[in-house]
């Protein structure tokens, strides 16, 4: 009986794996009355694939038959894959027996599509459904929006997941329309706004009513793939952005598409997957998010797309040198977190230190500011600093070459002599 | 001048608070505090052996924590469990700068006692987030899941309340082999226990006596589910290793080759 489990596992994990949601935080569900498992406090990553990424939740679907032939996916119809689909209580089994070694933080639960939209989610819903009420089970629950499910079913799948999330995917709607031809935009769009609005009944009823019963509070996620269709950096971030402030998203992730086919839609098999550009877009992301940026002020019509040799803060500081220099010691808060280098933790200790004294170099560095690319943007209770005029060009090829990145190899133009 | 001493204490947090009372009653210059098993190569200044004493460290504990705020608190005892050689004598000092400004200093980073505090207790919260990550329990004959671990620090006390809320409606130990020591909870409570710890985890023969049917079984199945959930062309083996230390692959089922 392992055996075919086994079997079923590696399809369905191995089909899922490309969703790159993992998180498991945010989530208010506390053990009561002797039950099995929390998720009131911060995630854990339980451990980590050979490609660095976070092992949080058992992610698998529950089955790869699917209706739908989307170019950019490995579960599409056409493809000549093994196919597999897990009974529920095989889900529910497998989820438990992990939970309970402490090799997870709960279930993350997407599926291809069978039959209809209806009928998967209301498979989804019955996974989670028995976690909870039969299970006992507050552990995390990560359930997938089908595109097109009824809101009735999204209102069910709220009361017993942590969060929801639906994949836009392509970025914009020109994009799916060549990719994915058969799926409807809208269809993606209406069980977010459903979640969307359920999620803020909640909080507004549940300031009258205590024991209202939890909506989805982990809130909702959406996932983008980037480099299959030519959508610039500004396109996806103005999208990501339109998520953000309309559908109260908590997360947007960015997927660097993993050449899986030969399309003439798609970039060739063998093509890199665009890693680079994946982290630059989640450096913006978190610009936008917890360093009160705009992201008009990152991305607009004179640079649609993101510096590859800087990150996007420092290129933004480059490019704006007006805003500079900036006293450590004197500035506020919102400005402190634009100077190059200094990131929030160094901000908030930044403003927890200078009460005692006036800051100097070497407290900086101390406390953990990356001076390599700050010295030139800030003043502090130092001489012998950075007072040339060097201008923008300068001192970014100064801050290139007294540094080291990761990614220096993949861009650089400098000729190799061996 | 100043006395200068060094003194012995029994390694308990209450130990040292009861050599920071000390150092105060007896107005000594203190050049070290050493645990038990300490390297102790000092011949030029007395040393004192202290007999731990719970009312004269409660009283310095009070008076520390009318200035201090939670989070530093917190962080003092943090460091305490690094069990970092020379970390009693940095908590002493923090203790001094408390006392003479009378004032809470947890944010004063430009100080190096406070910023070493603050830096050594971020690494112990580091290693108990860590130990809740990487413990993987193993479910026995008699229906407890077990575990061992042997953290770079003392973290089984700051775990205790995460996996207790956690798995409470199952049995389960967690014991670490360094320190000899393990929690014990019964389904009602949480007990540091201490054994004889002589089970070679590492013979499938002895596993096969201990360890439940199927405990084999879902080893596999999560080895299997590791696998198949790594993505091939993005391997970046650099990351890997900085994510997950090798230092703690020995408890990771799906980074060691199964028993049997």
Redesign the interface.
Known sequence: MFDRIKEKLEILADAAKYDVSCSSSGSKRSNKNKGLGNSDGMGICHSYTEDGRCVSLLKILLTNYCIFDCAYCVTRRSNDIKRAAFKVQEVVDLTINFYRRNYIEGLFLSSGIFKDADFTMERLIKVAKKLRLEENFNGYIHLKSIPGASDELMYEAGLYADRLSVNIEIPTVSGLKKLAPEKDHADFIKPMEKVKNEIIQYKSEKKLIKNTPKYAPAGQSTQMIVGATGESDREIMLSANHYYTNYNMKRVYYSGYVPIRSDPRLPSLGSQVPMLRENRLYQTDWLMRFYGFNVNELLNQQFPNLDVEVDPKLSWALRNPQHFPVDINRAEKETLLRIPGVGLKSVSKILNARKYRKLNHDHLKAIGVSLNRAKYFIICDSRGWETRDLGSAKIKSLILRNSVGKFRKEYSSQLSLF | MQATASLNYDGTFNGLLTCIFLSYEEKLEVIAINPPDANKGDFFSEILEVITDKSKANRVLKAFKSYVSARGANSVYNAYLSEEPGIELEILKYFQYTFKHKNN???????PHV?KIAQTAKKVRREK?RM????????TKDNI?F?TIAPDFNVLPLINK?FT??????HWIIYDTTRKFGLYYD?HKTEIISFDFSINTDKAEANQYIFND?EM??Q???K?????????????????H???PKRYWKY???KNPLHN
């Not at chain 2, 809740?132 to 479910?139: D, I, N, S």
């Open positions: 200093v947890d944010g004063d980073f430009t100080n910023l987030h809740e990550a990487f413990v993987r329990f193993q479910l899941y575990a995460h809320s956690r798995y409470s409606d199952q389904l199927f079984d879902f596999e199945l999560w299997k589910y590791f696998e198949a959930t790594t993505i091939r062309s993005r391997i970046n083996t650099r990351l890997h900085q994510h997950l990771l089922i799906e």
